[in-house]
Each structure stands twice: as C-alpha cells, then as structure tokens.
C-alpha cells in the first residue's frame, strides 16, 4: 500500500522559510517521480514543482521558481519543498504526489496523492 505523508507546514510570516517534507512508502521510491501541488481558497489544485527519480531533472512553476526549491532523499524515502521568502499568495494547501513514469511537464498525471499539508502566510 503506497503511502505519502506530508509534514512542515504551519503559518509564517511573509518573507519567511518553511521546508515541506514527503515520507513515501510502499513503492521503490528511487524510481519514482515526485512532484508538489498546491491549492489554494477557492481555486484549482496548480503544479508547484516536480523531478526525477535520481533528482537530476526538476520542473517548477514559473510563480514559484525563483523561491522555491525541490530536493529528495532516495534514502530516506523523502521529498523536499524548500520554501523562502514567501508571500501570502503562497497561502493554500500543499500536496505530495507520485508519479510511475516519466518526468516531462507539469501536466503529468500522478498515481498517488498525500493528504496535503496548509501552509499560511500572513502579511
């Protein structure tokens, strides 16, 4: 049974840091593509940030790139999302996801999903 298990958010203030983490289990986890989403109030879930099993190849959304970095622990079965100065925009929930094949665009569809974690940025 593949689980994903999101960690790190909570409320911090704009300009401020927070590092998500991921714990995957119940699949290879080295082999497996893994991304972040977001959602925030009232609208759509949009792609974040995604990359590779070996991490080499990453992919982020174009709001996000400058501030957000994407980082994984193939031995600890963990993804990371560093987030740094943060805005309230950033406000929403923030989902872990993983994908079985490829990483090729932020349209890529996922096979399994955590539970989310809220992240909130107040001005």
């Known amino acids: 049974q593949v689980q994903l298990v999101e960690s790190g958010g909570g409320l911090v203030q704009a300009t401020g840091s927070l590092r998500l983490s991921c714990a995957a289990s119940?699949?290879?986890?080295?082999?497996?593509?893994m991304g972040w989403f977001r959602q925030a109030p009232g609208k759509e879930r949009e792609f974040v940030a995604a990359?590779?099993?070996?991490?080499?190849?990453?992919l982020y959304s174009n709001s996000v790139k400058a501030r957000l970095t994407i980082s994984r622990d193939n031995a600890k079965n963990t993804v990371y999302l560093q987030m740094d100065n943060l805005t309230p925009e950033d406000t929403a929930v923030y989902y872990c996801?993983?994908?079985?094949?490829?990483?090729?665009?932020?349209?890529?569809?996922?096979?399994?999903w955590g539970q989310g974690t809220q992240v909130t940025v107040s001005s």
């Open positions: 996801a993983a994908r079985k094949g490829f990483l090729f665009s932020p349209n890529d569809e996922y096979d399994y």
């Open positions: 119940g699949l290879t986890f080295s082999v497996i593509t």
């Open positions: 990359l590779n099993g070996n991490g080499e190849a990453t």
